[in-house]
């Protein structure tokens, strides 16, 4: 039997004190209220999750009216950093504060970020935008996580929970269409400008639906931690992000940043330690539960970033299929997801949580080792059946995890439990997109260096590159084409050994997790 607290709804019509306590309702009122909340957090989840990639098919309609080709990058870059380093911060003010406010702020800053991004007149007046949308993202995925943990049972969370963060995957194909449309008969503004109405959707739905009653008290806001934690993460995650790319992984600048970025955190270890009220308190790092679902989420983090970013290219660049089918492909995994975590909330009641998740571990492996088999004559429908398997073991795996962490506080820390775990996710994807990409890009280096003879063309230097050559038909059609697709498929077999390598150490992420969990007493 797995051991948690007493659920505790939140705050519908009266809500939640801030003990964690919930207010006295009908199961029936309650129940016809977490409707609109959960469709609130799922547009507000999913406008996000569109957003951090919607412009990568619009960056040369962006470009074309901007200027500032050799930035671009930023766009992508900086949105990502502004989300990753402020999630642990918005968990801790959250459960000062409420979910509410600070989901409130969340939007607020992503539409302002919107607006300041459809009227941009410049390239960096654009970036900066885009920091203002990620600072906003940090507060949406969190705060969405931690209002289900509230109103939802423990039995209930994993499947809504999977609803929740399969709009990520869903969202990975949409995004790049619908940028590519409205870059294309619309304007590229648009892709930024359409957030506001949808946004103002989910403002209304909250206000009318989600209701808190936190207990008012003074806090002191951990100013210096909350500093030394986003200045030294924000270096660490630019490394990875831009190391090897804007500058050499053992140059001066890339080895500085590195050591700057460390000497930050450890500061912050010394802070936090004296803290009254700590924006990350150390004690999240030192309960195994804890640590063991953030390093699934870790793991998570990174296997999605794997798929989403080279699935797609295996379908279009090496088996020749178009964006929509390639999407298709990805699409399988996002249909796993759901389905496993609904399944996932009647396993870990009788099995528990850690037993759960190693169940799911069983068809990342199966999932991850079908991807190796793959060839230049595998059809698309088996990528589609491979990433399905890797949906079902993500939603068995991800959301047991996050409910295990979410089950053993009380309300007023869920909000700092929920936030590291995503922070770990964040943290996983951003080493991801780094360790893959040098992957991918050393292979097709090492392949396009040499050639064969009398080959003429300009070969690409990336994996995104040498989709874009194929797709535009600038390939050049006979053995060019082949060539690249050649290099396009080592690189992608070379990404998924190391998937199937990170689903080999998720099962020791998972083992980290205790056996029985039992509520937490960090007093």
């Not at 500032?68 to 990753?84: D, K, R, V």
């Not at 080493?431 to 090492?446: K, M």
Request: glycine fraction near 12%.
């Amino acid at each position: 039997m797995v051991k948690g607290n007493t659920q505790r709804r939140s705050a519908l019509n009266g809500g939640v004190t801030s003990s964690g306590t919930a207010a006295t309702h009908s199961a029936v009122g309650l129940r016809s209220e977490r409707g609109p909340v959960l469709l609130a957090v799922m547009l507000c989840v999913g406008l996000v999750a569109i957003e951090a990639t919607i412009i990568a098919t619009a960056v040369p309609s962006i470009v074309a009216d901007l200027g500032g080709f050799s930035s671009f990058p930023w766009l992508f870059s900086i949105f990502l950093l502004a989300q990753a380093v402020s999630v642990p911060i918005y968990g801790k003010l959250s459960d000062s504060f409420g979910r509410r406010p600070i989901m409130f702020v969340g939007i607020g800053l992503f539409l302002l970020g919107s607006v300041l991004c459809g009227a941009a007149w410049s390239m960096p007046v654009l970036i900066a935008a885009r920091a203002i949308q990620g600072l906003g993202a940090g507060a949406i995925f969190p705060m969405s996580m931690t209002i289900v943990g509230d109103l939802y049972s423990v039995e209930e969370r994993s499947r809504v929970q999977g609803y929740v963060a399969s709009v990520w995957g869903i969202s990975s194909v949409v995004g790049p269409t619908l940028g590519g449309v409205f870059a294309q008969y619309l304007s590229w503004r648009w892709i930024f400008f359409v957030n506001i109405p949808l946004g103002f959707v989910a403002v209304v739905m909250l206000l009318r639906s989600l209701h808190e009653q936190v207990e008012p008290r003074r806090h002191r806001i951990d100013y210096a931690g909350a500093t030394l934690l986003v200045v030294g993460f924000s270096l660490l995650i630019l490394a990875l992000l831009e190391g090897g790319s804007a500058w050499a992984w053992t140059s001066l600048t890339g080895v500085s940043i590195v050591l700057t970025g460390m000497l930050l955190l450890i500061a912050f270890v010394l802070v936090e330690r004296r803290a009254a009220e700590p924006v990350l308190p150390l004690w999240v790092f030192r309960r195994r539960v804890l640590v063991g679902a953030s390093a699934v989420s870790f793991s998570v983090g990174a296997l999605l970033i794997g798929l989403t970013s080279y699935v797609p290219t295996y379908a279009q660049g090496v088996l020749g299929a178009d964006a929509l089918t390639a999407g298709f492909a990805l699409a399988a995994m996002t249909m796993g997801w759901p389905i496993a975590a609904s399944l996932a909330g009647r396993l870990y009641m009788r099995i528990g949580f850690r037993n759960t998740c190693l169940v799911g571990t069983v068809f990342l492996l199966a999932g991850a080792a079908g991807l190796l088999t793959l060839s230049a004559g595998s059809q698309v429908e088996e990528v589609a059946a491979h990433s399905f398997l890797i949906g079902l073991g993500l939603g068995l795996t991800s959301s047991p995890s996050l409910v295990a962490v979410q089950s053993v506080v009380e309300w007023e820390r869920r909000g700092v439990v929920t936030g590291t775990n995503m922070f770990a996710r964040s943290i996983g994807s951003a080493l991801g997109i780094a360790v893959f990409g040098a992957i991918a890009n050393a292979t097709l280096t090492r392949r396009f260096a040499e050639p064969p003879d009398g080959l003429t063309g300009d070969l690409p230097s990336s994996a995104d590159d040498a989709v874009l050559v194929l797709d535009g038909g600038n390939a050049g059609g006979g053995a060019l084409e082949a060539f690249v697709r050649s290099g396009l498929a080592d690189a992608a077999q070379h990404v998924f050994i190391g998937v199937a390598g990170l689903a080999v150490l998720t099962v020791g992420a998972v083992l980290l997790m205790p056996r029985r969990t039992e509520p937490l007493n960090v007093d």
